[in-house]
């Protein structure tokens, strides 16, 4: 039968994003379709339009996403019509070389959707496995992470990306712990949640970096101890000055620039931890001498999504927020319509938000 719903497509490369109808299947085997209530607009979201991942286009945009099952197709276990869920792109396979070794957050083999959802007969390819810029998608019932739908909708589905990068690269990536004196490079939404992080993982010193006074400002509610403008001071001088002339324990880098990350190499103590959560593009370079690489010891490491695993990250997140041990609310800069997705891009590469959400 299939459901006729508006949604964001971009269709061509740099084109803006227009709203269409598009062609939702009823959930088969595994399948789960979805009432979409909320979805952030983040960078990825942006970079698909651009071009930037593939040329798959047309895309159907959005993936921070918060919403109702309206159904579940055969053979699904553990998720009803109704439930209030985040949607996610790790649905874990269970079965590859990452999951038999029992790292799961590793997945090599998420799982999506088996049937296409279409624009004129045309297949479209989701963002991220998940297209929630619509009134439903249809996603790998795996994809669904059931949470406390006391939340708000807006709120619950930053969860689903930039919020939960941020996170996971605090505290499950970096493993910051009690004292720990942490540094972040860039305080964006993926930023600003691994200020959150660090926070609550008890960092002692949290210092903020960017060039930006107005997001150092919203580093400072998140629970940055210190900030640095990076524009006017050297940001690994300060970082060391603020740290007993050590560096930080942990250092975040949450662009994806060669210059931060390069700031955040040497603004990390001794055997300290280097954390890349920014996504650079893929023509970017970084020399740094072998032997620093080696003298410094410690860790050079790579966050996926924050290294997280939806079904335990997803629900403690919320947990904690309704707790009022997390503040969530101050993520969401403005709630929009479908229709203001394209503004929004332009609001987010301006740096005036933090996240503009989509509500439906
Ligand atoms: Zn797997
Ligand atoms: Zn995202």
Same mark, same amino acid.
């Given at each position: 039968?299939?459901?006729? @719903? &508006?949604?964001? /497509?971009?269709?061509?490369?740099?084109?803006?994003?227009?709203? %269409?109808?598009?062609?939702v299947?009823? #959930?088969?085997?595994?399948?789960?379709?979805? +009432?979409?209530?909320?979805?952030?607009?983040?960078?990825?979201?942006l970079?698909?339009?651009?071009?930037?991942? =593939?040329d798959d286009?047309p895309f159907? !945009?959005?993936?921070?996403a918060?919403?109702?099952?309206?159904? @579940?197709?055969?053979?699904?276990?553990g998720l009803?019509?109704?439930d209030? /869920?985040?949607l996610?792109w790790?649905a874990v396979?269970? =079965?590859?070389?990452?999951?038999?070794?029992?790292?799961?957050?590793y997945?090599f083999?998420?799982?999506?959707?088996t049937?296409?959802?279409?624009l004129?007969?045309? $297949?479209l390819s #989701?963002?991220?496995?998940i297209?929630?810029?619509a009134e439903?998608?249809?996603?790998?019932?795996?994809q669904?992470t059931?949470?406390?739908?006391?939340?708000? #909708?807006?709120?619950?589905?930053?969860i689903?990306?930039? /919020?939960?990068?941020?996170?996971?690269?605090?505290?499950?990536?970096?493993?910051?712990g009690?004292?720990?004196s /942490?540094?972040?490079?860039?305080?964006?939404?993926?930023?600003?949640?691994?200020v959150?992080?660090? &926070? !609550?993982?008890?960092?002692h010193?949290?210092?903020?970096?960017?060039?930006d006074d107005?997001?150092?400002?919203w580093?400072? +509610?998140f629970?940055a101890?210190?900030?640095?403008?990076?524009?006017?001071?050297?940001?690994v001088?300060?970082?060391?000055?603020?740290?007993?002339?050590?560096?930080?324990?942990?250092?975040? %880098?949450?662009?994806?620039?060669?210059q931060?990350?390069? +700031?955040?190499?040497?603004?990390?103590?001794?055997?300290?931890?280097?954390v890349?959560?920014?996504?650079?593009n893929?023509?970017?370079?970084?020399? *740094?001498p072998?032997?620093?690489i080696f003298?410094r010891?410690?860790s *050079?490491?790579?966050?996926?999504?924050?290294?997280c695993? $939806?079904?335990?990250?997803?629900p403690?997140?919320?947990?904690?927020h309704? +707790?009022?041990?997390?503040?969530l609310?101050k993520?969401?800069s403005?709630?929009?319509g479908?229709?203001?997705?394209?503004?929004?891009?332009? &609001?987010?590469e301006r740096?005036?938000?933090?996240?503009?959400?989509?509500?439906?």
């Open positions: 039968m299939g459901h006729k @719903v &508006r949604a964001v /497509v971009a269709k061509g490369k740099g084109l803006p994003v227009s709203i %269409e109808i598009i062609d299947p009823d #959930p088969g085997p595994g399948e789960a379709l979805v +009432q979409v209530q909320a979805c952030g607009v983040c960078h990825t979201d970079h698909y339009r651009e071009g930037a991942i =593939n286009f159907l !945009l959005g993936h921070e918060a919403g109702v099952v309206e159904a @579940v197709g055969p053979g699904v276990t009803a019509a109704g209030f /869920v985040v996610n790790r396979c269970g =079965n590859c070389r990452a999951c038999l070794r029992g790292r799961p957050w997945c083999a998420t799982h999506n959707a049937q296409k959802m279409t004129d007969g045309r $297949p #989701p963002a991220l496995g297209g929630a810029f439903k998608t249809l996603v790998a019932a795996g669904c059931k949470v406390d739908p006391s939340v708000r #909708p807006e709120v619950a589905g930053l689903g990306c930039g /919020v939960m990068a941020g996170f996971g690269a605090a505290m499950n990536t970096g493993n910051v009690r004292g720990d /942490v540094a972040v490079f860039g305080c964006g939404g993926v930023g600003d949640a691994a959150a992080g660090a &926070r !609550l993982a008890g960092a010193t949290i210092i903020a970096v960017d060039i107005k997001k150092l400002e580093a400072t +509610q629970g101890t210190h900030t640095v403008n990076s524009s006017r001071e050297d940001a001088a300060r970082i060391r000055e603020l740290t007993g002339g050590n560096g930080a324990d942990v250092c975040i %880098e949450a662009i994806g620039l060669p931060t990350y390069e +700031q955040a190499f040497y603004a990390r103590d001794l055997a300290g931890t280097v890349l959560v920014g996504v650079p893929p023509t970017m370079k970084i020399e *740094l072998l032997i620093e003298g010891g410690g *050079l490491k790579s966050s996926w999504y924050g290294d695993l $939806p079904s335990r990250d997803f403690m997140l919320i947990d904690l309704l +707790q009022g041990r997390l503040d609310d993520f969401v403005e709630t929009i479908l229709e203001d997705v394209e503004a929004a891009f332009h &609001r987010m740096g005036e938000v933090l996240r503009s959400v989509v509500v439906l």
